[in-house]
């Protein structure tokens, strides 16, 4: 067992996953217990028992790991040629898969999102950002990336993510980076460390070289230490408004770049001619797909007025069937909210649409009597100034709004200060790229929502952030020669 480690798994996960009863955390290759020896628990959301204590760390310890990353990035990876480090990154990819059922588990036992989801979404998503990144790290040549004929990392990269996505908002950060020859020092969310810490175990098992990648696990001031160390050349940062717009002003003024992935509040627009089954089953996923914990979820329903009685209704019959409960069971539709912090946040928000005027409607579904939960919940009667219209709610519900016209739809739409996504449902292909061309949306499907892949670059407009991630564009977040130049 390497040093940190003090193994006793958790009963319910000792048939596929063996949680060590506490963390260190992973610099310099290695798990080591952080300098003033501080610790917080990591619990099961469905259940709320304790997982594992993890290490907290501490400015010192951040300090080490930037120490670590830069090391490392002077004297190995950034001289490395790119063919190498691609070679590091397929093989991180190949273990992915290997012990994707493993990552599954734990995801699932860490985050309560159902497994069903973990092992066909999160998981096989996050081993294909690594194959993709990996098939880069020796063209970036011929795709401009380089200076002359040298690749130009920026150096060691600070890169700090939430909760929803754990394993696979680590492989959107560690892949591009890696790819590009940087290293990186990553802070998972407190609530969701435990894939993070099993991906140290894979970056050890691929023999990557020591200091490539670091794992420091704490809260926010761990965040905030590593945000504001002088020696970090760029932060990545995912996670609410709120908090990156106090990393932009910690950062303002310094030599460090900055991408910021935030919040949303995504339009899911359905004009009368769309068909309608898809349509809400494309509105369900949308909003109850990973319990509504989704940057880009649909969490605003526009349906054009000649037919919203008919979806609504379609929509409440079809929430009667999803299967609120145990994540680990593998026809769970909808699983556990992250935490309590978070199930309060949903609360005060759907009483504060109440108490607004608007009218709710929740699922007819039995809740497990411990753990976090909540049923997948539509609000109807929304207008526009509603908090539940305005605010993201991160959980599973849904407002619904109207439109007549789709100068209407596209005005409504706009009308939030975020701008990550959206979704158009109709049977016309130009009424489909009219409404697209209008919407202040960084990602907008057409009859489709929530489809992902790394070739496709990914990012916000306005209080969603900057900079993209994936594809072509999120590499040059990485790299001087890039477009930010
Ligand atoms: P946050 O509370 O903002 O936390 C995100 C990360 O930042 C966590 O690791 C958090 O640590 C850390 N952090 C907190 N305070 C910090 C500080 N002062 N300095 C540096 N780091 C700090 O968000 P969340 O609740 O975890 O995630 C939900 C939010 O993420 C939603 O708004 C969602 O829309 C957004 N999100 C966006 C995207 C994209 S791609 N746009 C994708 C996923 C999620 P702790 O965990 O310890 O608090």
Not at 57 to 81: F, H, N
Request: aromatic fraction near 8%; charged fraction near 20%.
């Amino acid at each position: 067992m390497p040093t940190g480690f003090e193994y006793a798994p958790a009963p319910e996960s000792r048939a596929v996953v063996d949680i060590a009863s506490s963390y260190g955390l992973f610099v310099g290759g290695e798990f080591v217990d952080p300098a003033d020896g501080a610790s917080f628990k990591t619990v099961n959301p469905a259940t709320g028992e304790r997982l594992s204590d993890v290490a907290e760390a501490g400015a010192a310890d951040v300090d080490a790991a930037v120490r670590a990353a830069r090391r490392a990035y002077t004297q190995v990876w950034g001289p490395m040629s790119g063919a190498e480090r691609g070679k590091y990154l397929f093989r991180i990819a190949r273990i992915l898969q290997e012990r994707a059922r493993e990552f599954a588990v734990l995801e699932t036992l860490d985050n309560g999102k159902p497994i069903k989801e973990s092992r066909d979404v999160d998981i096989p998503l996050a081993a294909a950002h690594f194959f993709y990144h990996a098939g880069w790290a020796d063209k970036l040549e011929y795709a401009g990336l380089t200076t002359g004929a040298r690749p130009a990392p920026l150096g060691v990269i600070g890169q700090v993510i939430p909760w929803n996505f754990p394993l696979l908002m680590l492989a959107w950060k560690i892949a591009p980076a890696l790819a590009t020859g940087n290293t990186v020092v990553l802070k998972p969310a407190e609530t969701t460390p435990l894939t993070a810490l099993l991906f140290a175990q894979v970056c050890q098992q691929a023999d990557l070289p020591a200091g490539v990648v670091n794992i420091v696990t704490g809260a926010g001031a761990t965040g905030q230490a590593l945000t504001e160390h002088p020696d970090v050349d760029k932060i990545a940062f995912t996670g609410s408004t709120d908090v990156g717009k106090q990393i932009a002003r910690t950062i303002a003024g310094t030599r460090k770049r900055l991408t910021l992935e935030l919040g949303g509040k995504g339009a899911n627009i359905v004009y009368d001619d769309a068909a309608i089954d898809q349509a809400v089953e494309g509105i369900v996923s949308g909003i109850y797909f990973n319990q509504g914990h989704v940057c880009c979820a649909g969490s605003r329903l526009l349906v054009q007025e000649s037919v919203a009685d008919d979806v609504v209704r379609r929509l409440q019959r079809r929430l009667g069937t999803l299967r609120v409960g145990d994540p680990m069971d593998k026809n769970t539709d909808v699983g556990a909210i992250n935490s309590a912090e978070q199930l309060a946040r949903i609360t005060a928000l759907v009483e504060a649409g109440e108490a607004e005027g608007a009218t709710r409607w929740s699922a007819p579904c039995e809740l497990p009597d411990r753990g976090y939960w909540f049923a997948p919940t539509i609000f109807t009667d929304v207008s526009q100034a509603h908090r539940v219209a305005q605010e993201e709610i991160f959980g599973p519900v849904l407002s619904v709004l109207t439109f007549r016209t789709p100068a209407e739809a596209v005005a409504k739409a706009n009308n939030t200060p975020y701008g990550l996504s959206a979704g158009i449902w109709s049977d016309k292909g130009s009424r489909v790229l009219w409404t697209a061309d209008r919407l202040r949306a960084g990602v907008v499907w057409a009859n489709s929502f929530n489809k992902f892949d790394p070739t496709s670059p990914f990012g916000g407009y306005k209080e969603s952030g900057y900079g993209r991630e994936a594809g072509r564009h999120g590499l040059e977040a990485y790299v001087a020669a890039g477009s930010e130049d």
